[in-house]
């Protein structure tokens, strides 16, 4: 089975800060990766994803996330945070062998950001 | 992205009673719908994959007695946690899917006194 770590529970940045939050996974196979995003008050919403292709790939609101196989990770980052991006930050990992599989999530990062 | 809404957002409920929890798609079917439970600072954990039509699938230490799944149609799964106990209290999201891709819920918080 897979799972997933995210290394910090809760990182304060000050505004314009760049941000880079760790996720490695373990799984032996292929896998699709997911960062999920949930403001305060609101539902989880996608960020960004990757299937195939290029290892960097780019989400919505400026975030951006680089899988690397050898290291089993997908980190997220992005160069310059604003104070709208408070939230709780989910890495996922889903196995890539057809049809929907089980998505497992980490434990999730809270980033606060201060004006 | 498509919208799934899920409903109540928010319920209390005395220790012994029922309490249903919705979850709809509502611009796509869902032939898929996931089930989740969040603990305060831990991660989601599934706790059921139902396909419309067909009984659910719980994960290991689910009770599938307490924890009533049912996915009657391809917009909508219902979850009723029956003879709610304070142990219960929790956050429950729901995750629809008609293909590759899932969305979620904006999640219920339940909370049993």
């Known amino acids: 089975a897979q799972s997933v770590s995210q290394h910090n529970h809760h990182v304060i940045l000050s505004e314009a800060a760049s941000l880079e939050l760790g996720c490695n996974y373990s799984?032996?196979?292929?896998?699709?990766l997911f960062w999920y995003v949930q403001y305060p008050g609101q539902h989880l919403q996608l960020l960004l994803k990757?299937?195939?292709?290029?290892?960097l790939v780019k989400g919505i609101k400026g975030f951006e996330a680089e899988f690397i196989k050898s290291k089993f990770s997908f980190n997220l980052r992005k160069p310059s945070v604003q104070w709208s991006d408070t939230a709780e930050y989910f890495c996922?990992?889903?196995?890539?062998?057809?049809?929907?599989?089980?998505?497992?999530f980490g434990t999730g990062t809270k980033l606060q950001v201060i004006p | 992205g498509a919208v799934v809404s899920q409903h109540p957002s928010r319920v209390i409920c005395k220790s012994g009673t029922s309490v249903k929890i919705e979850c709809r798609s509502l611009?796509?079917?869902?032939?898929?719908m996931f089930w989740y439970r969040q603990f305060p600072k831990q991660s989601l954990m599934l706790m059921a994959t139902?396909?419309?039509?067909?009984?659910?699938?719980?994960e290991q230490g689910v009770e599938k007695d307490k924890f009533l799944i049912n996915h009657a149609s391809l917009t909508l799964s219902t979850l009723t946690v029956t003879s709610a106990h304070p142990e219960d209290s929790s956050f429950y999201i729901c995750?629809?899917?008609?293909?590759?891709?899932?969305?979620f819920g904006q999640g219920t918080r339940l909370t049993v006194v």
């Open positions: 995750s629809a899917s008609g293909g590759i891709e899932a969305f």
């Open positions: 799984y032996g196979g292929t896998v699709n």
């Open positions: 990757y299937f195939s292709g290029d290892p």
């Open positions: 996922a990992v889903r196995p890539d062998s057809g049809g929907y599989q089980k998505v497992t």
């Open positions: 611009d796509f079917q869902a032939t898929t």
């Open positions: 139902s396909n419309e039509g067909s009984k659910a699938t719980y």
